[in-house]
């Protein structure tokens, strides 16, 4: 687990700095979490992941304040002994969609930080929803990420910082290089992923 302290230390090494500046910290906490979001958003993270029970009334379901919907969203329910999935359609697909097609949506509330899952389908009571986290906020001093590599969010910010420094700086190849990294943690990441079970359908096996 990585804390901010430990993303400001590493940055501060690569702007060629023996140590953290207290007069600049503020804004490059700010910078660190904006590339740490941006690393949480770019790829579906194993270990960003998380599983909720969720109660279904009337067909509505409040999902986790945790939740980010820049994801890819599970949702199973357990019909008489039965684990099934409930398809995530598109919102607008709401008027399409009817009682029994084993089907859910997504819709923010008008507060904006609210979202619920939805359904018609009416013998559905509980599911399981497996969702993507959104990033930890680094300002409280006990959050940290279980993101693995400090370097590259450290990359990240650095390529800020510069622009901070220098508006009209060109930070391209900062930016290249920041994504490499991120790319390559992701195969990283990626290679420890564990097997998937194999699933039946339509009469033919493989992975789905």
């Known amino acids: 687990m990585y804390y901010q302290t430990d993303f400001l ?3 501060a090494y690569l702007m060629g700095e023996r140590s953290v500046n207290s007069t600049t910290s503020a804004p490059r906490a700010d910078f660190i979490q904006m590339s740490l979001n941006y690393a949480y958003k770019a790829y579906p993270w194993r270990f960003a992941r ?3 029970t969720l109660s279904v009334v009337s067909g509505v379901a409040t999902l986790p304040t945790t939740y980010d919907d820049n994801h890819a969203i599970k949702v199973k329910f357990d019909n008489g002994g039965i684990v099934e999935d409930l398809v995530p359609y598109d919102a607008d697909d709401e ?3 009817n009682d029994g097609d084993r089907a859910a949506w997504i819709e923010v509330l008008d507060d904006g930080v609210t979202y ?4 018609k389908d009416t013998d559905v ?4 929803f497996r969702y993507q986290t959104k990033t930890p906020n680094l300002a409280t001093a006990s959050v940290g990420t279980p993101y693995f590599n400090k370097r590259t969010i450290a990359l990240g910010a650095r ?3 510069k622009l901070g420094q220098n508006p009209d700086a060109d930070i391209s190849q900062d930016q290249a290089i920041f994504e490499r990294e991120l790319a390559k943690d992701f195969a990283a990441h990626q290679v420890q992923a564990p097997r998937k079970k194999r699933r039946t ?3 033919r ?4």
């Open 201 to 203: 359908l339509a009469n």
């Open 9 to 11: 230390t590493t940055l």
């Open 116 to 119: 619920v899952l939805k359904t």
């Open 125 to 128: 009571s509980t599911v399981r």
């Open 205 to 208: 096996t493989g992975e789905f």
């Open 95 to 97: 008027d399409e969609l």
């Open 159 to 161: 390529r800020d910082v």
């Open 50 to 52: 998380a599983n909720a």
